[in-house]
């Protein structure tokens, strides 16, 4: 038997597709079915919102389905095999707009330590890679929130001063074009402070990419 057959034996892994229930073998990550995998496309049209110090945008698709639960599977189940299928599945679209921005540098928001410590990567990061992207870490993170999305308003707007940028990477950022990439957009406060933080220490442009969008 092979080594998911086992894990699902034993009750480590889904038997069934965890969006749309069928039962199968789910090739390299045994969560979800190829068909779901495959209805990964992107959303249009989207209602775009301004968001303070982003110059633009894109969403590639909505918090909901297939997508929200593969999201949910890479963060909460650890599910590095499922992060390369949906950078995979955003890379055409992601690189499309990278062409269009032409950005000096790619970067994502950081965890903090204890979130990193316990998930032991960063989704964002992680699937950055997967889509062929190398990212530069420009921001650290310090405090012990919670994720941005389980936050009021006001609690995250308390929330991202926790953000800062890196000493050592500020010759990076001086007028420089930088997009900054990220899983789930709610409210945009987080992005637009990251980016208040970037045009502060002197960069020409903000840009964002975002996986999906809260409904």
């Known amino acids: 038997m092979n080594l998911v057959g086992i894990l699902k034996g034993l009750g480590l892994i889904e038997r069934e597709c965890i969006s749309c229930k069928k ?25 775009y919102v301004h968001i303070d110090y982003i110059f633009s945008y894109r969403v590639f698709g909505i918090y909901d389905g297939v997508l929200m639960d593969v999201i949910k599977s890479i963060k909460f189940d650890l599910n590095k095999p499922l992060a390369k299928k949906l950078g995979q599945a955003i890379k055409p679209y992601l690189w499309d707009y990278i062409q269009q921005v032409n950005p000096d540098c790619v970067t994502f928001p950081p965890l903090n330590y204890r979130r990193l410590w316990q998930r032991g990567f960063n989704h964002a990061e992680l699937i950055l890679k997967h889509a062929g992207v190398t990212p530069i870490k420009l921001f650290i993170r310090k405090g012990f929130s919670k994720p941005m999305a389980l936050l009021s308003k006001e609690e995250r707007e308390k929330a991202v001063k926790e953000f800062d940028l890196r ?44 996986v999906a969008k809260a409904i």
């Open 23 to 47: 039962e199968g073998y789910f090739v390299g990550q045994g969560y979800v079915c190829e068909e779901c995998l495959q209805s990964i496309k992107p959303y249009h049209p989207i209602n």
């Open 167 to 210: 000493k050592e990477t500020l010759d990076l950022i001086e007028n420089k074009v930088i997009l900054i990439f990220d899983d789930l957009i709610t409210s945009g406060t987080t992005v637009s402070y990251l980016a208040k933080l970037l045009l502060m220490a002197g960069a020409s442009q903000v840009h964002a990419f975002f």
